[in-house]
């Protein structure tokens, strides 16, 4: 949707934007603003007040809140701008808004947030309740892999031989639209039930064990659990059958152990089509909300 259209008006004075970013959460308290903590949320917000020269803290709705160490390539926000905010940002350049926006707030961001695109929102676009399906990675090098110093940050490093076929034949037992309550921190009044488009493991030419994980959404540290209970599989102290086994259950399952958040990224959020924007977030809100 081209930004002169204007059709990302959520009111008669206010524009929703789109924001695509990534993040490098080593030095990061999780996407979510949290008093006295370093985070995400709190350094965009705070980026967006001094470019929008805003009195008042700018709302900003993510798809995904990433944990504490996670990173993002691929995450998407929105913001909802006062129109006149939106047009001063060219200043008196012939740029437009959309990539003023970007300028001026990469040059007051820390340099572990990038924010590489902001434009317009289509008529119904909600950062959150939107989205299809997220799209995570996680990466782990055993003993079979390169030990690359340059991805620490985004690798786990592990001492045993890892099984990929194993991993990933148990990893895929898992797809389908299911109650994940054995890999969830259940939240009160939140669902786990979730529909889990795939799951599988791949060895990348330099030797490291790369996980996709999709699904339409995650509960909390569901991703890092479901890797972790494929790990010991992969180890061989496990039958294929075991992830599936614990999935029968209806509460936290013990023994899986939640692995490190820095192996994780997001990396992309998938939308669809304009003209499905506004039934998809009412669909999803209808199921995070039940009457």
Request: hydrophobic share 40%; aromatic share 6%.
């Amino acid at each position: 949707m081209s930004e002169e259209n204007g059709s990302g008006d959520v009111g008669a004075a206010l524009l929703r934007v789109r924001l695509d970013l990534a993040y490098d959460g080593t030095h990061f308290s999780g996407w979510a603003a949290q008093p006295g903590l370093r985070t995400v949320q709190g350094e965009l917000t705070a980026a967006l007040a001094t470019v929008l020269r805003s009195p008042e803290p700018v709302r900003v709705t993510v798809a995904g809140r990433t944990d504490a160490g996670v990173h993002a390539r691929g995450q998407v926000a929105h913001v909802d701008l006062d129109a006149q905010a939106w047009s001063r940002l060219p200043g008196r350049s012939d740029r437009e808004p959309g990539p003023s926006l970007v300028s001026r707030l990469g040059g007051v961001l820390p340099h572990d947030i990038v924010v590489r695109r902001a434009a317009l929102a289509p008529n119904g676009f909600d950062a959150r309740f939107a989205a299809l399906e997220r799209r995570y990675v996680y990466r782990i090098a055993d003993t079979g892999a390169v030990r690359d110093p340059l991805r620490r940050h985004d690798t786990v490093w592990w001492r045993k031989a890892l099984d990929a076929k194993a991993m990933d034949e148990a990893a895929r037992s898992l797809v389908g639209l299911r109650d994940f309550a054995a890999f969830c921190k259940q939240r009160e009044g939140a669902t786990t039930v979730r529909t889990l488009l795939d799951f599988s493991w791949t060895r990348l030419d330099d030797g490291v064990l790369a996980a996709t994980v999709r699904a339409d959404a995650f509960c909390h540290s569901m991703v890092r659990s479901l890797v972790g209970a494929v790990v010991p599989v992969g180890e061989g102290r496990r039958e294929r059958d075991w992830p599936k086994d614990l999935q029968s259950r209806r509460d936290r399952a013990p023994g899986i152990h939640v692995m490190p958040p820095h192996g994780l990224s997001l990396e992309e959020v998938v939308y669809p089509a304009d003209d499905g924007l506004a039934t998809r977030a009412s669909l999803t809100r209808a199921r995070r909300h039940p009457a």
